[in-house]
Structures are given as C-alpha cells and as structure tokens.
C-alpha cells in the first residue's frame, strides 16, 4: 500500500509533468510512435488481407505465417535489428519491431473479416455487372469493416502497452520513465510509469468504443451473419 501511496504522491508531483523529461513529454513521444506503427502496420497489413480475402487465395498461408510472429518475443526481434546495420538508424529497430507485432492481428482480422462476407451478397453484386474492384470496395470491404477495426483496436492497444521496449533502445516514450526508475532504484516511479501505461492503453480502448458507438448500425455488426 506504501508503495502504491509513494506512486501516487510521484504523480501529483508537478515537477514529474514539465521538461523534456516530464510525463506529457513522454507521453507525446509514446503516442507519436503508437501511431506511426499503427499507420505504418495497417499499410502493409490490410491492403494484402483485403485482396487475398476478395481473391479467396494464399490468405490463409499468409494469416499463418503472420502469427508465427507472435510467437517471437517483441523485444527479442528488437535485441536482434539493434546488431543488424538498422540499429545505427535511431528508433528504426523499435518501429520495425513494433511493425512486425502489429501486422499479425490486424492481417487476420481484416482477412477472416473479407472471407466472413455472405457469399450471396457477393453473387448478387456479381450478377449486377460489377467488376471485381468495385466488389472489394463498395461490398465486401464495408462488410468486414467490423472485424478490420477491430484488428485496428486490438493492434493499437498492443502497441500502446510494448511501445515502452523503445526506451531499451534509446527511445523516447512512457518506458524512460520506468527505466529512470530502475536505474534510480525507485519503486514508486516504476509503478507510476506502469500505470501511465496502463491508463493509456484503456483510454485507447476507450476511444475505438466511443467511435464503435458512434459509427452506423451496419458498422457495429459483428460480422458473424
């Protein structure tokens, strides 16, 4: 409970939130890279997942070769680009290692969103004269919206929580603040960083709620018929 209280009393602190090293500081560092990668993810990721599901091929060779990335540690491809020549190139490891960690869901999502598609609607549009392009993005890519922005979520909400691996890399971001606190042998400070993170992350979840909400009846279906 002390240390908890010790954390708290850290973050009433107004001098922990100005300066280079303050809180908003690094909490715009962590945001600025969250949304690179996720912009960065979703380029790679959701172009291919939406034509391999409207092409019904190699998607899913594609899906599993993605997720056997998630069974590589994060920051064990981080340690592994930081010895390649890309180490030399700032927060270059950490993007690509983040990139790499975020394509698996929202490929998979995107993917299984375009085959879940109902195969009559797809006829139908077929039989209309539509080309295939116009299928992909007037019919079955408004249909599986759903499921890609829920890739979107799940990838965003990682990448919120491992973006702090880029201050083991001389990165920016929440993570210096906890390894301030290990290198200052400081628990409270550690917690507290824990916890900028963490509120972080549902403030972000938060956010894909609020949108889900909003958004038209069609675009919060499931996607499951």
Known sequence: MNTLTDAWDWLADSAHWA????????????????????????????????????LGKGGALAVNISNV?????????????LLTPLGKWGEGPTVVALVLFAVPPLLTNAYVGMRGVDRSVVQAARGMG????????RVEAPLALPLIMSGVRIAAVQL????????????????????AGFNLASTPQVVAGAVLVAVFALLVEGVFEAVERLAPGWARKTGKG
Not at 69 to 81: D, K, M, N, Q, S
Request: proline fraction near 3%.
């Open 19 to 54: 300066g280079d090293d303050g809180i908003w500081h690094r909490l715009t560092q962590h945001l600025l890279l969250t949304v690179v990668c996720l912009l960065i993810s979703c380029l790679i990721a959701l172009p291919v997942a939406l034509v391999l599901g409207h």
């Open 69 to 81: 990335g998630r069974a590589v540690p994060t920051f064990a491809v981080l340690v592994l680009l």
């Open 130 to 137: 539509m080309t295939g392009r116009q299928m992909l993005w």
């Open 160 to 179: 919120v929580a491992t973006a702090t691996i880029a201050a083991l890399a001389g990165g920016g971001g929440l993570g210096r603040i906890i390894t």
